[in-house]
């Protein structure tokens, strides 16, 4: 059994940046992959960033690429999402989930978090 908890989301101006962080309970985090994912009112659930357990693989969406970058310390259970130029579009909330597989699907993923909201005004 996984536990996720996400922080670090608000109201940010576009061009911004937010770190959302999510800490994990339980001590096989590290086993584990992890990923963000975000839902936007309206809309279905999408994947943004994934990243292998040990981190040597990572996935991000077309929408986010060289502008999001997700990392992992497994030594405090926690994952990251720094995301910089922040635009209106990538106003959603954001949940992190943990999975035993490395996977861009969020079929894959067994525990999620609450969510964080990440709002960016124009």
């Known amino acids: 059994q996984v536990q996720l908890v996400e922080s670090g989301g608000g109201l940010v101006q576009a061009g911004g940046s937010l770190r959302l962080s999510c800490v994990a309970s339980?001590?096989?985090?590290?086993?584990?992959?992890m990923g963000w994912f975000r839902q936007a009112p309206g809309k279905e659930r999408e994947t943004v960033a994934a990243i292998s357990w040990r981190s040597g693989r990572t996935y991000y969406a077309e929408s986010v690429k060289g502008r999001f970058t997700i990392s992992r310390d497994n030594a405090k259970n926690t994952v990251y999402l720094q995301m910089s130029s922040l635009k209106p579009e990538d106003t959603a909330v954001y949940y992190c989930?943990?999975?035993?597989?490395?996977?861009?699907?969020?079929?894959?993923?067994?525990?999620w978090g609450q969510g964080t909201q990440v709002t960016v005004s124009s």
């Open positions: 339980g001590r096989t985090f590290r086993t584990y992959a």
């Open positions: 989930a943990a999975g035993l597989e490395y996977s861009s699907s969020p079929g894959r993923y067994d525990y």
